[in-house]
């Protein structure tokens, strides 16, 4: 939902249930005039939905979330002062249901923004 349109895959790599994907901020984007106008800042709901989007991404398969036991908004992300960030996602798909640990993680220049521990529901 928010791909390509308020963040952009730049680069994406994974091995062994780790994701790693390079992030560019729309930084023009209608949300932003509200959040705040002058002093930019990503919504903490919309990281929240990026990794739901960059598992659909992934899995080719829609995701939210269904349980959070772990959100930790540590630093906001200025669209002034940072363009650029890096997702790392850790996900168990092997697991019988349609319900997937995962592992949220959003950082920068030696600098932690966003940490997420849930479950996210795949959807048929």
Do not use: W
Request: charged fraction near 25%; aromatic fraction near 12%; include cysteine.
């Amino acid at each position: 939902m928010l791909l390509d349109k308020l963040f952009f895959i730049e680069r994406e790599h994974s091995e062994e249930g780790k994701y790693q994907y390079q992030i560019r901020i729309h930084a023009e984007h209608e949300v932003f005039a509200g959040h705040f106008p002058g002093n930019a800042i990503v919504p903490g709901v919309c990281m929240v939905q990026l990794v739901a989007d960059l598992l659909a991404h992934t899995f080719s398969h829609r995701y939210k979330l269904k349980a959070a036991r772990d959100i930790k908004f540590l630093n906001p992300i200025a669209t002034k002062e940072l363009q650029y960030f890096t997702m790392d996602l850790t996900i168990n798909v092997d697991v019988p249901d349609a319900l997937y640990p995962v592992t949220a993680l959003i950082h920068a220049k030696d600098k932690q923004f966003f940490k997420l521990k849930g479950t996210y529901l795949r959807e048929a």
